[in-house]
Nanobody
Framework: VQLQASGGGLVQAGGSLRLSCAPS????????MGWYRQAPGKQREMAAI???????NYADFVKGRFTISRDYAKNTLNLQMNNLKPEDTAVYYC?????????????WGQGTQVTVSS
């Protein structure tokens, strides 16, 4: 499985960006799907994710500002980010897992840089 993330960039505080992730396989093939981020010197952390039950789950630091969505027609996983803050600056990674042969396998995209200036 390959994941191609896009949509990152430089934006001023209070602005918006929309990230998209295009997997090589159908969205229907995956269990959990989401977005993680990693700021310089920090550990990777979950920002937003669809659980195995299909419900969206958000980290407290993005609630009310970020919205995760899936477009099955376009076969993309998206993250709408509004009211961005300088602390949202990070590399954002698309993530999916897939159940196969009694195991779950994790897959990560290459990351897309989001920089928020104050």
């Amino acid at each position: 499985v390959q994941l191609q993330a896009s949509g990152g960039g430089l934006v001023q505080a209070g602005g918006s960006l929309r990230l998209s992730c295009a997997p090589s396989g159908s969205l229907h093939a995956f269990n959990r799907m989401g977005w993680y981020r990693q700021a310089p010197g920090k550990q990777r952390e979950m920002a937003a994710i669809f659980t195995s039950g299909g419900n969206p789950n958000y980290a407290d630091f993005v609630k009310g500002r970020f919205t995760i969505s899936r477009d099955y027609a376009k076969n993309t996983l998206n993250l709408q980010m509004n009211n961005l803050k300088p602390e949202d600056t990070a590399v954002y990674y698309c993530y999916v897992d897939q159940y196969y042969s009694d195991k779950y396998y994790d897959y990560w995209g290459q990351g897309t840089q989001v920089t928020v200036s104050s």
